[in-house]
């Protein structure tokens, strides 16, 4: 099993939207105007998305005005891609040299 990997986030990156919210937001900073644009979900299910993108450290807000921007915190998927390298090159060095656990 593995433990090294942030079980939490790869939860809530596993919804769809959330990860469409994640590719839209690597682009640039939104708003939850351009959000229900760009991905035609109503307001308040972005609202509670971004919610839970918050807590899990993945997204920044910065109030403007009435609006707040949303930006995605790349030192939060920065980690969470260096463990899966890590996993690639162990599952690879796995395969090359045939390690196998007998029955």
């Known amino acids: 099993?593995?433990?090294?990997?942030?079980?939490?986030?790869l939860k809530v990156l596993a919804d769809?939207?959330?990860?469409?919210?994640?590719?839209?937001?690597?682009?640039?900073?939104?708003?939850?105007?351009h959000l229900v644009e760009e991905t035609g979900a109503k307001q308040t299910n972005l609202s509670n998305h971004l919610?839970?993108?918050r807590e899990a450290g993945l997204v920044d807000t910065e109030p403007c005005g009435r609006f707040t921007y949303y930006s995605l915190r790349p030192e939060a998927l920065t980690g969470l891609a260096a463990e899966f390298t890590r996993l690639a090159s162990a599952a690879r060095l796995t395969a090359e040299a045939g390690f196998k656990r007998s029955c």
């Open 16 to 33: 769809p939207l959330r990860m469409q919210i994640v590719q839209l937001l690597a682009r640039e900073a939104l708003c939850t105007t």
């Open 1 to 9: 099993m593995v433990t090294s990997v942030d079980s939490d986030v």
């Open 51 to 53: 919610k839970i993108l």
